[in-house]
């Protein structure tokens, strides 16, 4: 039985089962983690759907931004964006179906020895917390009030942590957390702009994991930072390597660290976008 983790499938179906023959996955046996943005930007986000709600227990995902996108656009509370390609699952005849199963997915997963989640965790946050937090926003996601929180979930405010947070701006900060942070100040507070490379970030930045008052926690498993690409630690293990860019969909085995990479089979969105 072995244990495997994906990064950012972004509607690369094609990548996604090539991958899965190269690490020789069999969902009667072995767990897949999969670090969210299961949608948007390739070319087949409703194939990738599909696959995953047929695999049951054996493949466990959380939310990433994009899967997000997708549940407000759906509940008629956001519109697509320029570069999104997900019409295909909005006018998909099982879209209630599709749609009800998004919602009730984690926005983090806690493992015996790491942490699933797709951008990160708030470097001033433990891990009990974390896991805390983000179970507040699956249960109002799963919940009657699901397309409220939805339309009042996009925008950078507030940047900053409290304790004292409450109600949209709470959950809306640990879904920035989660699912768009890359750098932090020397506050500590989100700097959602920024999306590039570390060598070319503003000063006073730093990527969240590097923050000097970081709290320990074990090892986090994310994706969402294509312009990182692949990085591999004790304490991170970051996934995202850019297959709708050209780049490649990257997997490890979380028990021997073992890596397996396909190249994408074409560029789908550039850079430039």
Same mark, same amino acid.
């Given at each position: 039985?072995?244990?495997?983790?994906?990064?950012?499938?972004?509607?690369?179906? *094609?990548?996604?089962?090539?991958?899965?023959?190269?690490?020789?996955?069999?969902?009667?046996?072995?767990?897949?983690?999969?670090?969210?943005?299961?949608?948007?930007?390739?070319?087949?986000?409703?194939?990738?759907?599909?696959?995953?709600?047929?695999?049951?227990?054996?493949?466990? *995902?959380?939310?990433?931004?994009?899967?997000?996108?997708?549940?407000?656009?759906?509940?008629?509370?956001?519109?697509?964006?320029?570069?999104?390609?997900?019409?295909?699952?909005?006018?998909? /005849?099982?879209? /209630?179906?599709?749609?009800?199963?998004?919602?009730?997915?984690?926005?983090?997963?806690?493992? #015996?020895?790491?942490?699933?989640?797709?951008?990160?965790?708030?470097?001033?946050?433990?891990?009990?917390?974390?896991?805390?937090?983000?179970?507040?926003?699956?249960?109002?996601?799963?919940?009657?009030?699901?397309?409220?929180?939805?339309?009042?979930?996009?925008?950078?405010?507030?940047?900053?942590?409290?304790?004292?947070?409450?109600?949209?701006?709470?959950?809306?900060?640990?879904?920035?957390?989660?699912?768009?942070?890359?750098?932090?100040?020397?506050?500590?507070?989100?700097?959602?702009?920024?999306?590039?490379?570390?060598?070319?970030? /503003?000063?006073?930045?730093?990527?969240?994991?590097?923050?000097?008052?970081?709290?320990?926690? /074990?090892?986090?498993?994310?994706?969402?930072? #294509?312009?990182?690409?692949?990085?591999?630690?004790?304490?991170?293990?970051?996934?995202?390597?850019?297959?709708?860019?050209?780049?490649?969909?990257?997997?490890?085995?979380?028990?021997?660290?073992?890596?397996?990479?396909?190249?994408?089979?074409?560029?789908?969105?550039?850079?430039?976008?």
């Amino acid at each position: 039985m072995a244990r495997y983790a994906i990064g950012d499938i972004q509607g690369c179906y *094609t990548e996604l089962q090539l991958l899965l023959d190269r690490m020789q996955f069999d969902p009667q046996r072995d767990t897949l983690y999969l670090v969210g943005d299961l949608v948007n930007r390739g070319p087949d986000s409703l194939a990738v759907l599909r696959w995953v709600m047929r695999q049951g227990a054996a493949v466990q *995902t959380v939310l990433g931004n994009h899967d997000l996108h997708l549940l407000a656009i759906a509940a008629g509370v956001s519109k697509a964006k320029l570069g999104d390609t997900m019409a295909t699952v909005l006018q998909a /005849p099982d879209l /209630p179906e599709i749609v009800d199963w998004l919602r009730r997915q984690p926005l983090m997963l806690t493992l #015996s020895d790491a942490i699933v989640v797709h951008a990160g965790i708030w470097p001033g946050w433990d891990a009990r917390l974390a896991q805390s937090l983000a179970d507040e926003v699956g249960s109002v996601l799963a919940g009657n009030q699901w397309r409220s929180f939805l339309a009042a979930m996009y925008g950078n405010q507030p940047l900053q942590w409290s304790d004292a947070l409450q109600g949209d701006d709470r959950l809306r900060f640990v879904v920035n957390a989660a699912t768009r942070m890359r750098f932090v100040d020397t506050a500590g507070a989100l700097q959602l702009k920024y999306k590039g490379e570390l060598d070319r970030a /503003p000063a006073g930045l730093c990527p969240w994991f590097e923050w000097p008052q970081r709290v320990a926690t /074990p090892r986090v498993i994310c994706g969402h930072w #294509s312009a990182l690409g692949l990085r591999v630690s004790e304490t991170l293990w970051a996934l995202d390597t850019g297959c709708i860019w050209g780049g490649a969909l990257t997997g490890v085995d979380l028990d021997s660290g073992r890596l397996f990479q396909v190249p994408a089979q074409q560029v789908y969105q550039e850079l430039a976008d």
